[in-house]
């Protein structure tokens, strides 16, 4: 009978023992806002656009997956119309009739963006429907892409990096989204 009751006294002290450890885990891991920021980011093909993305949104914080698509998707926009509005400005100035081409159909390629792929994805995400998210924002980078090939024979074009931050923001986003099917 006192072997019984040693033992569970010694049961009794290691529970009590490990409690705190394992309360202490469950509130790191909980308090750790930037964490599901770094592990989406992980699964995603250029991390550290992801990470600073969402992490420069004050929504980031708090979010879920869903929010974290919802926001890149914003951010998305925002990079779009940002290359828009640089592209209406170089075909304001643009003389050369081939030049002028390119940039109009650079123009299209951004209304496409903003106007549709964007919104489309962020309806997907809100209704619960990723699959058309990730095609949506799969379309936002080719579009992207299409407008950068456009000058692939000029050297340096002003809008290249610019295109490329939204094609690569796209495909961040995109990969987000495809998390939550």
């Known amino acids: 009978m006192k072997n ?5 006294l010694l049961q009794i002290a290691c529970s009590f023992t490990f409690l705190p450890v394992s309360q202490n885990s469950a509130l790191e891991l909980q308090g750790n806002g ?4 770094e592990t989406t980011c992980k699964k995603t093909p250029f991390y550290n656009l992801c990470v600073s993305t969402l992490q420069s949104d004050p929504r980031g914080s708090s979010a879920d997956v869903a929010g ?3 926001i ?3 951010k998305v926009k925002e990079k779009a119309t940002a290359t828009l509005g640089q592209i209406t400005g170089l075909l304001t100035g643009a003389k050369d009739p081939k030049l002028k081409m390119a940039l109009r159909d650079c123009v299209d390629y951004y209304n496409a963006i903003i106007k549709y ?3 489309v ?3 997907a995400i809100a209704k619960g429907n990723p699959k058309f998210g990730v095609q949506s924002l799969n379309d936002a980078a080719n579009e992207a892409d299409a407008c950068e090939r456009k000058f692939q024979n ?3 074009f002003p809008i290249s990096d610019s295109n490329k931050v ?5 495909a961040v986003v995109a990969s987000i989204v495809q998390l939550l099917l």
């Open 4 to 8: 019984i009751i040693s033992f569970a």
């Open 34 to 37: 930037g964490n599901l920021i």
């Open 68 to 70: 974290l698509a919802r």
């Open 72 to 74: 890149g998707a914003d």
């Open 117 to 119: 792929d964007v919104p």
């Open 121 to 123: 994805a962020i309806e």
């Open 154 to 156: 000029q050297p340096k």
């Open 166 to 170: 939204v094609h690569d923001l796209s």
